[in-house]
């Protein structure tokens, strides 16, 4: 299972910028690295020891890659040993020019880092008990493309959202049928047309009773409430 960095959305700033990660020994995996990620990463004490780093971006969005620079940086610098590459920066071809010349913009340097182009439909890894990474595209921001990732795990298959309004229908198939262990979703309380995010009432309508005990509530706005979310059966994730 996934642990949790922060649970907000992009300006609930008490829950912080939502972000996942996973740590086993020297390694650490994350998901994101929003505005806040870094300085709650310190905080907690969650780079502690480690000396590889991969993070998978699901979007360009300032709440999830906006201190992706503070870690490369504090990662080259600060951990050992100093002075070597430590980030591994993971993310779909469709944002990878994008997220290359916004790294190169504030001054992250080549030898600082690596970036790993995930082509096709997915990719082998070996990383803190994750054994594959395979993105699906996600309707949320008009102006950026933006993924979800179904990722293997050793001995479960779970869904991350990323910011989406909607839920793929093949993700909502394979959690019918048990093939996914648990599917972590974008969701707030607000609810409006145009909306980017996906509110409660719309998950509430789009998962089954039976399905929603492997459904988790992430990215929580300020007015979301975890009871009414509890009360309709789904899960809502906690942040360290
Ligand atoms: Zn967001
Ligand atoms: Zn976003």
Known sequence: MLAFIGNGSAFNTKRGNNGAFMKEDTQLFLIDCGSSTFHRLVEKGVLEGVEEVTVLITHLHPDHVGSLGDLIFYSYFKLQPAFTSKVNVMAPAAIMDDLRSLLKAVGVTEEQHTLTTIEGEAREVSLCGVKKVEPVNVEHARELDCFGYILQL??????????????????????????????????????????????????????????????????????????????????????I
């Open 154 to 239: 050793e001995r479960e298959r779970i869904y991350y959202s990323g910011d989406a309004n909607m839920i793929p229908t093949a993700v909502l198939t394979q959690l019918e049928r048990g093939e996914l262990q648990a599917v972590y979703q974008d969701c707030c309380k607000a609810d409006y047309e145009g909306n980017v995010h996906l509110s409660l009432r719309a998950l509430d309508e789009l998962i089954e009773p039976n399905h929603r005990k492997r459904v988790w509530c992430m990215h929580l706005d300020e007015g979301f409430s975890i009871e009414e979310a509890k009360e309709l059966g789904f899960q809502v994730v906690e942040a």
